[in-house]
């Protein structure tokens, strides 16, 4: 059984770019989450979403970024005009339902994004 | 705001000892309390989880002791082994009716010296 998958892993991009980071959870997960690590940090929730649904969306940053989980596919997080702040390791996690007993979230290996 | 935080950035001990690391909370709420454990360049991995209204829970090798008392949080790897070096993050989550959010602490890298 494979486990939660995220392409590209290394992902460069010029300031005023997009980037597109995707997430194929694990089978049988139909709930994602994504979070943001800077270096040296703790991950921080951005995003989290189900089928066709965005549940919470209370990290996203109110302006560029953008997130999606089509009913086939992909979930999508996608950064629009990059500035190097951007610059972070994003993590994709997927559970079974959305209220597992203990929370327990399957990370992926993450897509470090590097703004020049 | 609410926040979960360690004490200890960076933490050395020699292999076959015991290593405790530390994680200091501030939401009541909570319902689960989690350890994972992050090896570079490499996602977070689930270590044990406990929940709110236990005050000990024990896995392989490792021990997770909560004190609600003083709102704290600890995980004990018994003789510690090279293999645990990582950075060991506490996370805190509230279910509710949106489902899981998991919120992070900023993390105690372990060293493990042969």
């Known amino acids: 059984n494979a486990g939660v998958m995220q392409n590209p892993r290394h992902l460069v991009r010029r300031r005023g770019q997009e980037a597109r980071l995707r997430c194929s959870p694990m089978?049988?997960?139909?709930?994602v989450y994504w979070y943001r690590q800077l270096p040296e940090e703790g991950l921080k929730f951005m995003v989290y979403l189900q089928k066709e649904n965005i549940i919470d969306e209370s990290g996203m940053p109110k302006e560029r970024f953008s997130a999606e989980f089509p009913k086939e596919g992909p979930s999508i997080l996608r950064i629009q005009q990059v500035v190097r702040g951007d610059s972070a390791a994003y993590f994709c996690?997927?559970?079974?339902?959305?209220?597992?007993?203990?929370?327990?979230?399957?990370f992926g290996p993450g897509t470090r994004l590097t703004v020049t | 705001g609410e926040s979960v935080g360690l004490h200890l950035p960076t933490l050395s001990v020699q292999e076959g000892d015991n290593s405790i690391i530390n994680c200091a909370y501030s939401n009541s709420a909570s319902d689960y309390f989690i350890w994972y454990k992050q090896e570079s360049g490499k996602g977070p991995q689930f270590i044990i989880d406990?929940?709110?209204?236990?005050d000990k829970r024990q896995g392989q090798r490792v021990t997770v002791l909560l004190n609600k008392t003083v709102k704290h949080l600890s995980l004990q790897i018994a003789a510690t082994q090279p293999g645990d070096s990582a950075v060991y993050f506490c996370?805190?989550?509230?279910?509710?009716?949106?489902?899981?959010?998991?919120?992070f602490g900023g993390g105690t890298r372990l060293m493990v010296k042969p």
């Open positions: 406990i929940r709110s209204n236990m």
């Open positions: 996370a805190e989550n509230k279910i509710n009716n949106a489902g899981n959010m998991l919120t």
């Open positions: 089978k049988g997960h139909s709930h």
């Open positions: 996690a997927s559970s079974p339902t959305g209220q597992v007993p203990s929370g327990e979230q399957y």
